[in-house]
C-alpha cells in the first residue's frame, strides 16, 4: 500500500490543502462542544480554524513536520492549540474526554480503523460530536484528490459498521467540489458523516 511521504509532503513552503478550513466542518462546527479532539491534522487548517470559534483543540498527526507548520498558522492567527505527534494505529485517547471529535479526509487502513474508530467514540463525552469526511470509494478513479486504494476510501455502510455507539445525525455519499490546495482540488466524490454519542 503506496502512503504518502507525510513529512516530505508537508516540508513545502506551501500548505499542501491550503490553510482555509474543510467546507464541510466549517458549516457544521456549530455542532461541536469544547474540547475538541482532531486526527491526521496535518498542518493545522481545521484545528486553528476551530481555535478561532472559541473550542480548545487538541491536534494529532504522525508528521511532526505537519504539526510544527500547524504551530505556526495556530500563532500567525491569534490563537493556540495542543499538538500531539502519534502513530495512529498506537494512539490511545482518553475516554470520556473530548465534546466533539473531527476526521477529516483522514484516510486510514481497515485494520487502524478497527481499532482506532472505537477508541474515538470511547473519547468522546456522553452528547458529544464526530464529524468526518472522507473520499468514497468511487472517488477512486477520478484523479482529484484521495488515495488509490479501495481500502483507504469509506462507504456509508463502512461507516455505519465501524462506528457504532453514535446516534446517526447526518450520513450521506455526495459529490461536491472540493478546493483545498493542490492535492484536493475538483469535483469528488465524499462521504460525509455526522454521529452523536449515545447517553
Not at 509532503?9 to 500548505?15: D, N
Not at 498558522?73 to 490511545?92: C, H
Request: aromatic fraction near 6%; include cysteine; glycine fraction near 10%.
Amino acid at each position: 500500500m503506496s502512503l504518502p511521504d507525510w513529512n516530505a509532503r508537508f516540508s513545502e513552503t506551501e500548505f499542501a490543502y491550503g490553510t482555509e478550513p474543510n467546507s464541510f466542518l466549517a458549516k457544521n462546527a456549530h455542532l461541536l462542544v469544547d474540547p475538541v479532539l482532531s486526527i491526521a491534522e496535518g498542518e493545522g487548517r481545521n484545528a486553528v480554524f476551530l481555535a478561532t470559534q472559541g473550542l480548545r483543540v487538541h491536534a494529532v498527526d504522525g508528521s511532526d513536520v505537519g504539526l510544527a507548520k500547524a504551530a505556526k498558522l495556530a500563532a500567525n492567527s491569534g490563537v493556540s492549540i495542543s499538538t500531539e505527534v502519534a502513530d495512529l494505529n498506537d494512539f490511545q485517547p482518553e475516554p470520556q474526554t473530548y465534546g466533539g471529535v473531527v476526521s477529516i479526509f483522514a484516510h486510514l487502513p481497515n485494520s487502524i480503523r478497527d481499532s482506532l474508530y472505537p477508541l474515538l467514540v470511547q473519547s468522546l463525552k456522553p452528547g458529544g460530536i464526530l464529524i468526518l469526511e472522507a473520499y468514497s470509494e468511487n472517488q477512486r478513479d477520478r484523479g482529484t484528490g484521495g488515495p488509490g486504494e479501495l481500502d483507504l476510501l469509506m462507504t456509508c455502510t463502512k461507516i455505519e459498521r465501524e462506528l457504532p455507539g453514535l446516534e446517526t445525525i447526518l450520513l450521506q455519499e455526495t459529490q461536491r467540489e472540493v478546493v483545498e490546495g493542490k492535492y484536493h482540488t475538483g469535483v469528488a466524490s465524499v462521504i460525509q458523516f455526522i454521529g452523536k454519542k449515545l447517553g
